[in-house]
């Protein structure tokens, strides 16, 4: 049997379920043209994806392997290998994923293997069967469950490299053109990332996960794993991540809850697809303010922690989490913004993005989700400033402008409202009537 192993979210050779069936072997990657269409030319993931990519072609290459790496869309390059007798990839839930595996299964026979999350997405059920909504029981089940997961490294099978051009990039349109082995070759721009190897970052992480629980939400502390963008991208496994990290025992509890409720999103978006741009619950959608939204992408809301942690996006990719949620409440609370908005800027911009995660992320903060915080609970984006960055040298960091201001003066609206600060504008809205507008709304839903 010839197979095409399609590597997508997976792009490593340890501890791939790919590379464990054995027989003749066609290993591939597209550059999916529906999805870059969508993209700026200087868009860091592609950056991130193109070094992977180059170093899993190596890696290949050292067990007798190879990497066909295609342009195109994925329709016109199964149909350019539609005398294969299987593809077999992992699995991917969002809508666009699933619509795509779809129809090339009417081409080719489709094999899913399960790597991208702990647990598949119908194993962790209620008694009754149905899917859990609330992440608590989900959470307490998967932990169970966890003790008796096989987690072990996935062992490499005896894989023969089928014949083929393996050079440069093959663009799959009408015909077929042969491209150099360049990220411009596809139209992007490289990017100057630090790229740290996903397995440093565990070992660097491991060394203070004693700290993870007390330290994370502080913001002038890097306290994260900083794995996220290696699980969404699969530079690293999932499991491999559990297992070292199990090895730590009660001190790592904190962090494996993150990673079960990480897959309880990824969980909940395939039990109910249309929340990706559906409310799950509730029927306030938010207000269409364009001059408020353009503040607020343009990092001039006012509100410090606010353009800090949008600045920090636009200038690296990501996001501190604790400002995220911070950001999140202030934009659908304070800004009464649809979430849809939010989700999608940070979906342009996110190195991490991962559509699970992002949506109920937002449907979360937004009080429209699945499990989520009540409608009336709002950030206060001063406090949490003060509570978080205390010295403000996070938002220092970012808004260049409040340098000379005095730090206690940072965390307060008053004092915003009142000063004219140089190039830095006064809060557009202010916290204690947009919060009170927003639960008056939210109580007419």
Known sequence: MKRVLWFRRDLRVKDNPLLTLGGEVLPIFIFDENILKELSQDDKRVTFIFHYLLKLKSDLQHIGLDLKIFYGTPEAVFEH???????????????????????????????????????????????????????????????????????????????????????????????????????????????????????????????????????????????????????????????????????????????????????????????????????????????????????????????????????????????????????ASFFTKDLLLPWQWGERFFAEHLLDYDKASNVLSWQWSAGTGVDPQPYFRIFNPYLQSKKFDKEALYIKRYVSELSTIEIKNIHKEEYLLCADIKDYPKPIVTHKEASKRAVELFKKR
Do not use: W
């Open 81 to 327: 290998l539609s005398k294969f007798d299987e593809v077999v990839a992992s699995g991917d839930y969002d809508s666009y994923a699933k619509s795509r595996d779809l129809h090339i299964s009417h081409k080719l026979h489709f094999r899913y293997l399960h790597d991208t999350y702990i647990f598949k997405p119908k194993e962790i059920l209620k008694d009754d069967g149905s899917p859990y909504f609330v992440f608590t029981p989900f959470y307490k089940k998967a932990r169970v469950a966890l003790h008796v997961k096989d987690l072990q490294e996935k062992k490499i099978a005896q894989n023969i490299l089928i014949g083929s051009d393996y050079e440069g990039i093959t663009k799959v349109d009408i015909g077929i053109t042969k491209l150099s082995l360049a990220i411009e070759s596809i139209g992007f721009k490289a990017q100057n990332l630090n790229i740290i190897a996903p397995q440093k970052k565990l070992e660097n992480f491991k060394k203070n996960i004693s700290k993870y629980s007390q330290m994370r939400d502080f913001l002038d502390v890097d306290i994260s794993s900083s794995l996220s963008v290696d699980l969404r991208f699969g530079t690293i496994s999932i499991r491999e991540v559990l297992l070292e990290v199990l090895k730590l025992a009660e001190v790592s509890e904190p962090f494996i809850r993150q990673l079960i409720f990480r897959d309880f999103y990824a969980y909940a978006l395939f039990h109910t697809p249309h929340v990706e741009s559906e409310n799950y619950k509730y029927s306030f959608n938010g207000i269409e303010d364009k001059e408020k939204f353009i503040a607020f992408c343009s990092a001039k809301t006012g509100v410090p922690i606010v353009d800090a942690g949008v600045r920090e996006l636009l200038k690296t990719g990501y996001m501190h989490n604790r400002v995220r949620m911070v950001v």
